[in-house]
Each structure stands twice: as C-alpha cells, then as structure tokens.
C-alpha cells in the first residue's frame, strides 16, 4: 500500500533538493555570519542568496524587508507586539473569528493582561468575512488589523488587499497571516498595501523551525526578541543560517512550481471533492468554493466523528486531518466552522484534504476508492444515521 | 497522534455487537451530537435470572469512544443487572489495557450508558446528569451530581483530571471556579471519610502539593542486553529459588551448564524417571525465560562432565 499524504496545510514534506542545499552549512560551511573570517563570510554571501529567493517569491520591493524568525507563529507574535508598540495611544486590535491559535491566544492573552481591547470579525457560512462589521470596528484606537490571507481549515482567502486599504484610511497598520498562502497563490506585495505578512517554511516544502515576517520599508518596527545585531537589529539571534537557506530554495521552487499548483494541483482537488460528493451521501464542502487556495478541500460528513473517520483512513495509508474535538485535545469541534455556523451534525465529521505538488492522480483515485466504505462503516454504528431519514435534496452540496 | 493500547485499536476497527438490538429490554442513550460523542446501550434481560443475555451498541465519536461501547457490551453479557451494575468507568478503562487520560470522559459515557439502560428496563427514569445538583459545566451540560461521582469514584484531585474524566470545564472554561470548588469540598468529604490521603486533597488555598508519580519507565533497563555473565547468575538464582519446592518431592535439580540460550540441568533424586519430568522441565523452562526474558530452552542431561 502506498500512502497518500494529503496533510499539507499541517506541513509539507522538505523537498529533497531543499536539504540539499542545507547540507553544507552543517559541518562544512559552519561559520557565524557575523564572524571576521572567511569561515563567516561564505556563509553570508549564501544567505544574501536566500533572502533574494524569498524576496522574489514575496514580490517584495527590498529583501531587507524580511526579517526572519523562527515560524509563523514568531512572526505573528513579533507583527502584533510591535504595533502596539509603535502606535502610540491606540489600543484595539481587530481580527477574525476564524484565525489561527498564534493570533487568537495571543490577542486573548493581551485582552486580559493588557487592557487591550479586540474586535472579533465573524464570518458567513461560507467563512466569508462580515466587511459591514469590519468597517463599523475600525477607528481612531485601532492600532493594528490582523487578518489571515487564506484560512487553514477550509482554505477560503480573504480580501486583503481591500481590507489593508480601509486599515490605513484609519491609520492602522495591516498585518497578515499568510502561512497557508505563500507558496500557493501568487502575491507580490511591492503593489500592495500590506504593512507586515508571516510566513512558515515547512508549509511549502522548506524546513521547519524557521520562517519570516515580511515589513513594509517604512512601517516603524520593535523587536520581538533582543540581543543582538542580526536582521538589521529587528531579531536577534544567531541566523538560523541552514534553516534560511533551505527556507530560500523552497521559495524558489514554489516559483517553479506556481502555475503546477493552480492548474494541475487544484484540478486534483476538485475531482476528489466531487468524486467524494457523487459517492458519499449526507456530505458537503464547506468554505467558500469561488475564492480559495487551490489545494485545500474541506468535506463534512454528516452523523459520524472525524477522529474515526482518520482512524480508519489511516489504516488504509491515508493521511488528512480533521476539525474534530477529540483529534486535538481540545474538546470543542474547530473554531472555524463553529463561526461559520457549520451545524454539529457535520462539524465533527469534518476532514480537510490538502494536496501539494507532489500529489498525484493515483492518489485521488486511492481516496475515492476508500471512503465510501469508512464513512458506510461508521455510519452504520452512529445512533443518529437513519438512512431513510436523509432527503438528498437537503444535502446538496453548497459546492458542485 | 493518541497513543491508543492495541485492544483499544482492536475494539475499534472490529468492534463487538455493534448494531442494533432488535426487542431490547432496556435502552440507554447518553451524549449528544453537539458534544461529539454518543452512546445509545441497547440491552436484553433474561426477566427470571435478571441477567443480561445480549447487548448491543451504537456510538457517535471518536476511536476510543467506539471501542469503549464495544468493552462495555463484551463487560455485561452473561452479567446479572446487579453485578453489571458494579462496574465501573476504570473497568472498562482496564478491560481496553488502559484510555489516554483525554479520553477517560469515553469509559464515563459507557458507565452512564449502563444506568440509563437498566433505568429504562426497569421502568425507572434515569437520573438524568441535568437533574443532579447546579449545572456546571454549560458547554457540555455537566451537572455537579456527576461531578462528584466521578471525582469519587476515580479519586480526582485536579480540575485538569475532572476535564478528562468528564468533559467539564473543556470548553469555554468559565466554570473553573465552580470546578474547584466542588473539587474541594468532595476531596474534603473523602479526607473525612478517610477515602483521600490529606495532602492529595485539592485545595484553594495550598499551591503546592505532592505529584501523582507515573510509571517511570528506564529505557536503558529495557534495551540493554544482559552480559553472559548477569545472565548464568540470573538462571543460577532463579533455579536456586525453584530448588526447594522439588525437594520437598524428594527431588533436586542442578544446573550443569550454559550455552547461548540453551541451559543444561540435571534432575536427580525423585525426579529421575519420574514420568512428570518432562512437566518439571517445562515448568523451570517457564520460570527461567520469565526471570531473564529472554527465550532459553531446559535441556535436562544425564551425566556431569
């Protein structure tokens, strides 16, 4: 049995031709870049690279305008600390309902401790932003906007272009988490009106542990982490010299690759979504089918739990996951379709497929193949599956 | 990944008496679809005997859930209601080797499922959770009744375990406070009743209290190999100790020699020619691979070289 991995928005396999490149800089080009030696001074000519790969890759105006970190997570985190730090007598934060844990722990954590006040944006059923609320919450105290490019469960984008415009027309900085997005959906932020962006390296094929915000020239900027002269003084530490170079060729095949991920890659996705939908009664996609990233679909499949679901698709080589209360340890479904009012009968038997370049149309025939029988299993043992009782017409998918 | 023990794995992808039961005499349905997890217990009491003929589930949720439903029906068939009805949640728990601690709150189900179901066959209305005391726990509907129940009956010290065991407090977690002071006031009942060591019980006003020791597992001890010596000294002593007992018999046994997994013994006294020899073999056989875990075959010899 071949496994088919279809877990890509929680990582990516490194690409080979990406450690490849990092090798070198373990035992052979170790220096510290900072070092008056040659040992030091190859290894920053080597990082310049990296960061004109990942500039590229941005359509980034200057390639000093990437700080890197140590993920997204950092990246996020250092986005918001500084804004309000830099905007001075504003004190509000607005963000979705629908954001990563990286943003919503943190702006919760700044509610209680700081005196903070947040503005939680909701989402339609389709986990479209309210822009209605979102031009009522901005105003003189906003200090920063916080607004993910392209959701992680169900891999609906949002406007962030209009978005970061109405910010500045208050005078708020516009941040973006675009961990999903980089890699998958052209940007080029040198036209853009986006103040600061995060990224994650495993999320397109490059290593963990490291990642990168992106800050306009010119938006003011206080450090997460102190100590030191690296990143123009805006993140201490020692460069995380493999993990930037890694980081610069991945970004440089997901140039390559670009045109592969909207064509090729989205056309999989759609045949397993509706090859799923034809097969599979009582099921549906949630998210916003005219305007997400190419790679993601999320399948709601109604009356079971999603941690038996990946149990059983396990056994059969397929990996994927879910927004499942018990597969995360938290005991609530996800907090995405919660906020698009996804109802409880489906938003436990939710499962995300999320594909990458190296997906394969064997793969999506595998899937087809092993569903029905999962869900038909399940289905069988749930109290609340009556057969009879589910009028397809009910069902149709918001998708086909 | 949960780290699921093979019988939970087991119960799960080939569970027993799945289904429906049709002419159940009792059925029990706790859970809700919102909370994600649902048992709905269908059972069949041979009325004369009061005992439990047949039993069959059906379960919305996760692996560990299903698999629990499942070791509940295994539990009860062939159990009169009284004897069914002493089980608890850690027996079924110990019947699947043993639940990630997350997931405790699936053995609680199939324990409430078991009441609900007797309750129903006996024409009772089952205490419902909702009935019993303040409802604490908004998000999953968690009533201090049961609670309390679960902290006794699984000697709960920390508002941490009451969220595993019961789902209480895993949601928004506004119900903290009132989960602490519950905990406190049963962990005090349980100091009084002498049920609770002193200073395990919770208490708001002490921050410092003695950890639960887990299972220390050496690693080392597990990997390295035993020396040939530490090995001859193990199977010298062990049959040292076995020595005895055949004496009483009028028997003896000695070990000759060792030779890579195999050990030579010889048995004197009674033991020769006794026609139970060859079960004598088998049985040191059994305690020698028990005491140095590692397979070893007794050959028994004649002579001393």
């Keep these: 049995m071949i496994p088919v991995y279809l877990d890509n928005n929680a990582t990516t396999r490194t690409d080979p031709s990406v450690v490849e490149a990092m090798l070198p800089f373990f035992v052979e080009q170790f220096g510290n870049a900072s070092s008056m030696h040659a040992f030091g001074a190859e290894v920053g000519t080597a990082l310049g690279k990296a960061r004109k790969q990942l500039q590229a890759l941005l359509g980034a105006e200057f390639d000093h305008e990437i700080v890197y970190t140590s993920g997204g997570t950092e990246a996020d985190n250092a ?55 979102y031009r009522k919450a901005l105003g003189p105290k906003t200090a920063i906007v916080s607004i993910m490019w392209a959701n992680n469960e169900t891999g609906t984008i949002f406007p962030v272009e209009q978005l970061a415009g109405l910010a500045h027309e208050t005078g708020a900085l ?5 961990v999903q997005a980089v890699g998958k959906i052209p940007i080029d932020l040198s036209a853009s009106e986006i103040d600061m962006l995060s990224l994650s390296g495993h999320k397109l094929h490059g290593p963990k542990g490291i990642g990168a915000l992106y800050v306009r020239k ?7 982490i102190r100590g030191g002269h690296q990143e123009r003084g805006r993140r201490a530490g020692t460069e995380n010299a493999p993990g930037i170079i890694g980081l610069g060729r991945a970004a440089e095949l ?37 305007n997400r990233l190419p790679n993601t679909a999320n399948v709601a499949f109604e009356y079971i739990e999603g941690e038996a679901i990946l149990l059983l698709m396990n056994r059969d080589g397929i990996a994927a996951s879910s927004g499942s209360a018990c597969t995360s340890g938290s005991l609530e479904p996800s907090h995405v379709l919660r906020a698009m009012n996804v109802p409880y009968t489906a938003a436990h ?41 589910v009028r397809t017409d009910a069902f149709n998918p918001t998708y086909a | 990944m949960w780290e699921y023990t093979d019988k939970v794995k087991d119960y799960f992808f080939n569970p027993k008496n799945s289904g429906i ?23 069949k009491v041979d009325e004369p005997t009061q005992t439990i003929t047949d039993a069959k589930f059906q379960t919305f949720g996760c692996g560990s859930a299903i698999a629990s439903s499942s070791a509940l029906t295994e539990l009860i068939i062939g159990k009169t209601i009284d004897e069914a009805l002493e089980l608890t949640n850690q027996d079924i728990a110990d019947f699947l080797g043993g639940l990630p601690p997350e997931k405790m709150h699936c053995s609680v189900m199939g324990y409430e499922a078991l009441h609900a179901a007797v309750a129903n066959f006996r024409g009772e ?7 019993e005391g303040a409802l604490i726990c908004k998000c999953f509907g968690i009533d201090e009744g049961m609670i309390e129940r679960t902290i006794r009956g699984n000697d709960l010290t920390s508002i941490e375990e009451i969220t595993n065991y019961t789902k209480a407090g895993g949601g928004c977690s506004t119900c903290a406070e009132s989960l602490e002071a519950v905990l406190e006031r049963v962990n005090g009942e349980m100091v009084a009743e002498g049920t609770l060591a002193p200073e395990m019980a919770f208490s708001l006003t002490s921050y410092v209290r003695p950890v639960k020791k887990g299972k220390i597992v050496n690693l080392d001890e597990k990997k390295t190999p035993l020396t040939t010596l530490q090995k001859i000294r193990l199977i010298e002593e062990t049959i040292e100790a076995i020595r005895p007992s055949l004496q009483r018999d009028g028997g003896d046994c000695e070990l000759i020699d060792v030779d890579g997994n195999r050990v030579m013994v010889k048995l004197t006294g009674a033991c020769v020619g006794c026609h139970l020899s060859s079960a004598t073999i088998e049985g040191v056989q059994a305690k020698l691979v028990e005491a140095v875990g590692m397979p070893l075959i007794v050959i028994p010899v004649t002579q001393m070289h």
């Excluded at chain 1, 090729?264 to 916003?288: H, K, P, Y």
């Design chain 1, 79 to 133: 986005a918001i600390l500084s804004a309000l730090e830099t905007q001075t007598g504003r004190d509000e934060i607005i963000t979705s309902a629908v954001e990563h844990p990286a943003i919503l722990s943190l702006v919760a954590h700044l509610e209680k401790t700081r005196g903070i006040t947040v503005h939680t944006i909701g989402v339609d059923a389709r986990g479209r932003l309210d822009i209605e609320a």
């Design chain 1, 174 to 178: 516009f941040h973006t988490d675009a």
């Design chain 1, 218 to 224: 010119g938006v003011r900027f206080r450090p997460l």
């Design chain 1, 254 to 290: 997901a140039l390559e690759y670009m045109s592969d991920e909207q064509t090729r890659v989205a056309a999989l996705r759609d045949r397993l979504e509706q090859g799923l939908l034809q097969r599979i009664g009582a099921s549906f996609v949630t998210g916003d089918p005219d």
């Design chain 1, 349 to 389: 038997g939710a499962i995300r497929f999320s594909f990458s370049r190296e997906n394969r149309d064997a793969d999506v025939d595998h899937v087809l193949e092993a569903m029905p029988p999962i869900i038909e299993k399940l289905r069988e043992m749930s109290p609340f599956w009556r057969e009879r009782d």
């Design chain 2, 21 to 43: 039961l049709e002419d159940a005499s009792g059925v029990g349905d706790v859970g809700a679809l919102s909370c994600g997890d649902a048992l709905r217990l269908m059972i």
């Design chain 2, 125 to 131: 209305t089952w205490v419902d959770d909702h009935e």
